[in-house]
Structures are given as structure tokens and as C-alpha cells.
């Protein structure tokens, strides 16, 4: 089994001090200091304070890799290493392809919105909170609510904030929300998704 190949495999850009907590949150113990070393020769190169810094990282939702691992380009997504009898490895995207990150949609859902607001002719909504505000294209006519409790219907976590279409599905994460959304809309996705 692959990293990659599992629900709880991620890529997301963080500053540093975003990247800090979320090593917190997932893996418990103090982030080594390669990370603060990385940032701070980014920002001598771009001649910018450390703390505008962001770089990508890709790692696992469930903290059962002991490391982020740097993004070096946009297809750089793949897992560095293959992990035997994870516990935490699921599939339960089964059914649902999956979204790709990055990708000119992913860059449209992560600018800031704080506001219902329309992309080439489609409504967006904003998304939850998930280290920067985002925004999340609407199912049709269905505006995407946001709730504090459910199941995903992608891995089947639960959830104590997540997006629900009414009556529909619910899911724990943006990602989860586009996976599905994009399946069902592959027309529009196309149109969204292509590069500037």
C-alpha cells in the first residue's frame, strides 16, 4: 500500500507557523529544525520576511508518517516511502475519483472569500476553515451548508465541522466535498480547471 494511494494522504501550503501547528496537532512532538532552516533560506532567496514565506507539503491527515515532506513541483504528490499495515489506511474514496492538488480549480477554492461570489459564471460559496478561509463551488442550484457534526461520506470519519448538501451527502473536509462535486459536474470541472 501507498500513501498516495490512501484518503488521508495531503498537500497543502503552509507558512511556518502554520506548519508548526499542524505538526503539533498531528504528530505530538516538537518540529525538528530543518523545517525552520528551509523557510529561512526560501526567504533569503526571495528576499521576503520569513513569516510571508509558504511552501507545500505533502503528509499524511492521520499524523502516522512522522514527517512532512517538501513539494518540489506541481505533480511532486506522490508518497516517498511505502508504509506496511498502516492502521490508518483507507480507500474509502472507492467510487470517487480523486481531486487533484494542486490544479487551477484547487487555486481558485483557496483564495480568500468571505462571501457567496461567482468564477467563469458559477457560484462559490466559502468552505470551512482549513488553515486559510476558502471557497467551495455550489451542486447546482444547492448552496453547500457548513454543520458541526456528521459522517464523510468519502473516508467515513466523522466530523464535528463539515459541509453538508441537504438531504444529499455530507463530507469532513473540502477536499472530500470537491472529490464528489467534481464527479458530478465534469463538464463545468473542465471548464473551471483549466490553466490560465
Known sequence: MQCDECSCWAVSEFSYKELDEKWDELIGATITPGYKKRYEKEARSLNVPVDEVTL??????????????????SRDTRACKKVTACPGFTTATIGVSEFPVPSPLWAICMQEAH???????????????EHCYSRIPAHGAIMPSLVNDGRCDI?????TRGIVIKEVTQFCCNKHYLQWWKDRHPKLYDKLNRSR
Not at 115 to 129: E, I, S, W
Not at 155 to 159: A, E, R
Open 56 to 73: 507545500s507539503f505533502k503528509y499524511c491527515l492521520k499524523g502516522k508518517l512522522s514527517r512532512f515532506y517538501i513539494v518540489n513541483h
Open 155 to 159: 473516508c467515513g470519519n466523522d466530523f
Open 115 to 129: 462571501g457567496a461570489c461567482r468564477v467563469n459564471g458559477h457560484k462559490f460559496y466559502p468552505g470551512l476553515h
